[in-house]
């Protein structure tokens, strides 16, 4: 089963927090000094937010898949779709450790496919150049087409 990712930037955490509990009636699944998640089944979405340095909105779309072999189907499917795809291997993002891959639609929105494997203890680390400078997530620039494997992001 699938799950539908959004994650949001936003200004004022706390305020956030307190916001979302209440429209989900849940409190968040992760809570950090920096981002929150709420793991939802009704909706079934990941829904998290952050303040890792973009200015308040939408940061980026997703789906969370359950196991590898999804996101190699999804992967596969996405290079059909003529944009550029970005493969991630065992990095760490979000407090969490897995593989992902990346494409950007043709308005330019960010959307991650993603096999979580684990936690981590921090949100990640810089990546080069690849990522987006103002992303508050792991989200590779619209025009790259690979990244190094292996590589942490923030």
Not at 67 to 92: C, G, N
């Amino acid at each position: 089963m699938k799950r539908f990712h959004v994650h949001v930037a936003v200004a004022d955490l706390e305020q956030s927090i307190e916001f979302y509990s209440t429209f989900f009636n849940s409190k968040p699944s992760v809570k950090k000094d920096d981002y929150a998640k709420w793991m939802l089944d009704d909706p079934r979405i990941n829904f998290a937010i952050s303040t890792r340095g973009r200015e308040p909105g939408l940061d980026h779309l997703g789906i969370q898949v359950e196991d590898a072999d999804d996101l190699k189907e999804i992967s596969l499917r996405l290079q059909t779709a003529h944009q550029p795809v970005v493969e991630q291997k065992q990095t760490t993002c979000c407090y969490a450790q897995g593989d992902k891959a990346w494409v950007h639609d043709p308005q330019g929105i960010a959307w991650e496919t993603f096999h979580t494997t684990g936690t981590a203890t921090t949100y990640g680390e810089d990546q080069p150049i690849e990522r987006v400078a103002k992303s508050a997530c792991c989200a590779p620039e619209a025009e790259t087409v690979s990244v190094n494997i292996g590589k942490k992001c923030s």
